[in-house]
């Protein structure tokens, strides 16, 4: 079976957008490839978060994984910090990274330009981090969104790097795993563009609002006068809006909107109403069952020592390696 890696920053919230995009394609794939779905938490440490945050977030986003679907026994899910071989594989990566293709990284880039108060070595070093992260497990596939290509590529280069100095075959390179179809954009309530959380409080709607809010923020959701003729293309912000409504709603519901529109005669105070109401119906019982899975401290603590043991026992293999191959 080939494998996969896959991390996320244990940075907050988890919105739909995050839901339609990988986090259910990983359900289906922990049944045809080795997945290991880690959470990134000594890449969180870029931003110091306080120790409460940290051991918070990391719960989060267990919670939301297992409510998802994800099964414990057939993925490997696991947090990166109790896999300090992670560190070593970092480290050994390290000596043979170099300050220019580091700093030249996009992200990186981006980063020191927002934050040039914090332009830390772990933040220049990420793409290392990622890299052990990935080479850990000798992955096969990294599902990887267009922001991280870049990251991917800086992983085979330090894979073949390693090969090279080392006259040897160890390390494979991984390849982008490409969702295809599968990957289905959610646009944000602004119509402006994706959901995400950095658009702003109203934009995103997170597994985790309630009812309520839910409500509130898709009523709350831009909208324009209206069409003026019949059959006419939507514009971005009302495309959005039928976009969404395609992800939640019934196809039924949809014709009608798409009818009604076509005929100029849209009350987009029901169209909201009828999304409103199936995004409810969409998020309450993913919301209750990672609530549950929130108050349940141990089950999350157990579950997070079966990943680790898992993922050591993988890492483990690959360390003993890399350890003899370097000379030690
Ligand atoms: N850099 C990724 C992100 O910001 C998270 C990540 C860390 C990751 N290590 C990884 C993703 C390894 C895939 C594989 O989204």
Known sequence: MKTVVSGVRPTGRIHLGNYFGAMRNFVRMQHEYDCY?????????????NPEALRANNYHILAHYLAAGLDPDKAVIYTQSDVPETAELYLFLNMNAYLGELSRC????????????????????YPTLMAA????HRADFV??????E????MTRTFAQRFNHVYHTDFFKEPQAFNFGEALVKVPGLDGKG?????EGEMNAIYL???DEVIRKKVMKAVTDSGPTEPNQEKPEIIANLFQLLRILSSPEAYTFFDEQYNQCQIRYGDLKKQLAEDAIRFVSPLRERINALLADEDLLKKTLRHGAERARESAVKTLTEVRHIIGF
């Open 194 to 198: 994706k959901m995400g959380k950095s």
């Open 106 to 125: 996009t992200s990186f880039k981006e980063k020191a330009r927002q934050n040039p108060d914090n332009v830390n070595a772990g933040l220049l070093t």
């Open 37 to 49: 779905f880690f959470i990134a938490d000594y890449h969180s440490l870029t931003t110091h978060p």
């Open 133 to 136: 992260d990935i080479l850990l």
């Open 143 to 148: 599902p990887v969104g267009k922001d991280q």
């Open 150 to 153: 870049q990251h991917l590529e």
């Open 208 to 210: 985790t609002d309630p």
